[in-house]
């Protein structure tokens, strides 16, 4: 029979942990019996280093500055490859740019550029600002720890008057993020979420949409991520929600689990498009936890000895994904003609999870799947499995397959003689750092294995 793997990241309390590491699903026709596959995600190739890092942030766009690559790596502003600023803290920073101008807010710090140089901005009481944005001509500033927020002199990021500012009122928590969702400011409160309309007027420039209040606030500003025409955040509640109409949950019981578990400092996200596919990366304390819009499927994503994958923030650049490191400031850019992030091997996991009623016999297990070419490569590579019988509390020791000769574009693994399975799960886990591995395509038990197999 044909086995329904895993297709996502799953862990809740004393259940089963079922796993997607490093891989992420899509639908195939080809696929009959199970009707999706299992695809590496891109890997991380070396772009450019900037700095001691970490990258605190990143900041891309067209039409402004000559669209010029930013980066905030430790204490410095990076234009490309040039050192051109300082910008102090050590948190990561909110940007927003003109077509001229790039502001830039730090831990306690408003500064502008125009790509050449880095100047601090006098911003009214010298008050801290926590989030910035640019909207029909304004820079707009959240006053930290309040419900104010700001708009500068038109298209001038370096001129603010101490009386152009309106208040967020509809609940008495302070604003953690100015967000532009289209052509409307999303105000982001710990409690709930405002939504503004640019008026035209000079006088009074931004008025709240009435009927456009959620009751659903924001954990951490820095979860807050634009993709796949809407916008996705964790809430007050530490659920993932997508925007709309309403906010709606994306999260399941799992995931909020991780959450749970993570302080707001201690979560980011980020998104990218890969394939067709448009990713939310998510960091927790505990793990990376990406979720596919496609899909509507959550899976895990790490870098080697690590439970995290080190790109921490990324934008589109020059038609490809620039991402910046969580450690060091070292920038990448998404490849998937290379199965490694640097020098490390990505590990792929996935798992499978079989329920019987009565003890029944499990002559083998198979997996097919498909493999590159790998000229380059001359290390035999395996894949090992394991299981376990107690929901993955204790687990028999890893058993190696090969994964057999390169260039045939398919591969058979078979492991025999796994005893039987009594009533109850049994839980299977698969990894490998195979570099030419490009997709798994099914995974069954009790195969034919005699005669001509195919893949």
Same mark, same amino acid.
């Given at each position: 029979?044909?086995?329904?793997?895993?297709?996502?990241?799953?862990?809740?309390?004393?259940?089963?942990?079922?796993?997607?590491?490093?891989?992420?699903?899509?639908?195939?026709?080809?696929?009959?019996?199970?009707?999706?596959?299992?695809?590496?995600?891109?890997?991380?190739?070396?772009? $450019?280093?900037? /700095? *001691?890092?970490?990258?605190?942030?990143? =900041?891309? +766009?067209?039409? !402004?500055?000559?669209? @010029?690559? %930013?980066?905030?790596?430790?204490?410095?502003?990076?234009?490309?490859?040039?050192?051109?600023?300082?910008?102090?803290?050590?948190?990561?920073?909110?940007?927003?740019?003109?077509?001229?101008?790039?502001?830039?807010?730090?831990?306690?710090?408003?500064? $502008?550029?125009? /790509? *050449?140089?880095?100047?601090?901005?006098? =911003?009214? +009481?010298?008050? !801290?600002?926590?989030? @910035?944005? %640019?909207?029909?001509?304004?820079?707009?500033?959240?006053?930290?720890?309040?419900?104010?927020?700001?708009?500068?002199?038109?298209?001038?990021?370096?001129?603010?008057?101490?009386?152009?500012?309106?208040?967020?009122?509809?609940?008495?928590?302070?604003?953690?993020?100015?967000?532009?969702?289209?052509?409307?400011?999303?105000?982001?409160?710990?409690?709930?979420?405002?939504?503004?309309?640019?008026?035209?007027?000079?006088?009074?420039?931004?008025?709240?949409?009435?009927?456009?209040?959620?009751?659903?606030?924001?954990?951490?500003?820095?979860?807050?991520?634009?993709?796949?025409?809407?916008?996705?955040?964790?809430?007050?509640?530490?659920?993932?929600?997508?925007?709309?109409?309403?906010?709606?949950?994306?999260?399941?019981?799992?995931?909020?689990?991780?959450?749970?578990?993570?302080?707001?400092?201690?979560?980011?996200?980020?998104?990218?498009?890969?394939?067709?596919?448009?990713?939310?990366?998510?960091?927790?304390?505990?793990?990376?936890?990406?979720?596919?819009?496609?899909?509507?499927?959550?899976?895990?994503?790490?870098?080697?000895?690590?439970?995290?994958?080190?790109?921490?923030?990324?934008?589109?650049?020059?038609?490809?994904?620039?991402?910046?490191?969580?450690?060091?400031?070292?920038?990448?850019?998404?490849?998937?003609?290379?199965?490694?992030?640097?020098?490390?091997?990505?590990?792929?996991?996935?798992?499978?999870?079989?329920?019987?009623?009565?003890?029944?016999?499990?002559?083998?297990?198979?997996?097919?799947?498909?493999?590159?070419?790998?000229?380059?490569?001359?290390?035999?590579?395996?894949?090992?499995?394991?299981?376990?019988?107690?929901?993955?509390?204790?687990?028999?020791?890893?058993?190696?397959?090969?994964?057999?000769?390169?260039?045939?574009?398919?591969?058979?693994?078979?492991?025999?003689?796994?005893?039987?399975?009594?009533?109850?799960?049994?839980?299977?886990?698969?990894?490998?750092?195979?570099?030419?591995?490009?997709?798994?395509?099914?995974?069954?038990?009790?195969?034919?294995?005699?005669?001509?197999?195919?893949?």
């Amino acid at each position: 029979m044909k086995l329904a793997y895993a297709l996502g990241a799953y862990k809740r309390a004393d259940m089963p942990q079922l796993r997607v590491v490093n891989m992420y699903v899509e639908s195939s026709p080809s696929s009959k019996d199970v009707g999706v596959i299992l695809l590496a995600r891109p890997a991380l190739r070396p772009y $450019l280093e900037v /700095g *001691s890092g970490p990258i605190r942030g990143l =900041f891309t +766009d067209p039409g !402004a500055l000559g669209g @010029v690559l %930013f980066s905030v790596s430790g204490t410095n502003l990076y234009s490309g490859a040039s050192s051109i600023g300082v910008i102090s803290g050590s948190e990561r920073v909110s940007m927003a740019s003109s077509t001229t101008q790039l502001i830039i807010a730090n831990d306690d710090q408003l500064s $502008l550029t125009e /790509g *050449s140089t880095v100047d601090p901005v006098v =911003f009214p +009481d010298s008050a !801290a600002v926590s989030s @910035v944005a %640019f909207l029909n001509g304004y820079f707009l500033a959240a006053r930290a720890g309040t419900q104010q927020f700001y708009w500068s002199t038109i298209l001038d990021g370096s001129a603010w008057d101490a009386l152009d500012y309106a208040s967020a009122e509809s609940s008495p928590d302070p604003i953690v993020a100015l967000f532009i969702v289209s052509d409307q400011l999303w105000i982001f409160k710990q409690r709930r979420i405002e939504i503004w309309t640019s008026t035209g007027d000079a006088t009074t420039p931004f008025l709240r949409l009435d009927g456009r209040l959620f009751d659903k606030g924001c954990l951490q500003r820095d979860t807050i991520v634009r993709g796949d025409n809407t916008v996705t955040w964790v809430g007050h509640d530490r659920i993932v929600y997508r925007g709309g109409d309403s906010p709606m949950r994306i999260s399941d019981f799992g995931i909020e689990e991780a959450i749970k578990k993570s302080e707001p400092d201690e979560m980011r996200a980020w998104g990218y498009a890969w394939n067709g596919h448009t990713f939310y990366v998510l960091h927790t304390a505990v793990g990376t936890f990406v979720y596919d819009y496609a899909t509507q499927q959550w899976a895990e994503s790490s870098s080697y000895g690590r439970d995290t994958w080190r790109a921490g923030v990324g934008v589109l650049f020059d038609d490809m994904t620039v991402c910046g490191d969580d450690e060091t400031g070292q920038l990448w850019k998404l490849a998937d003609d290379i199965f490694a992030d640097g020098e490390d091997p990505v590990v792929t996991e996935f798992t499978a999870l079989v329920s019987v009623d009565g003890p029944a016999n499990c002559d083998n297990m198979v997996v097919n799947a498909a493999v590159g070419a790998a000229d380059q490569y001359t290390d035999a590579f395996v894949m090992e499995m394991r299981h376990s019988r107690d929901d993955g509390k204790t687990w028999i020791p890893w058993q190696p397959v090969s994964l057999g000769e390169r260039g045939n574009g398919r591969a058979r693994l078979a492991w025999r003689r796994q005893g039987v399975i009594d009533s109850g799960n049994r839980l299977f886990h698969w990894r490998t750092t195979d570099p030419t591995l490009r997709r798994i395509t099914s995974v069954a038990v009790n195969q034919p294995l005699s005669g001509r197999a195919r893949g």
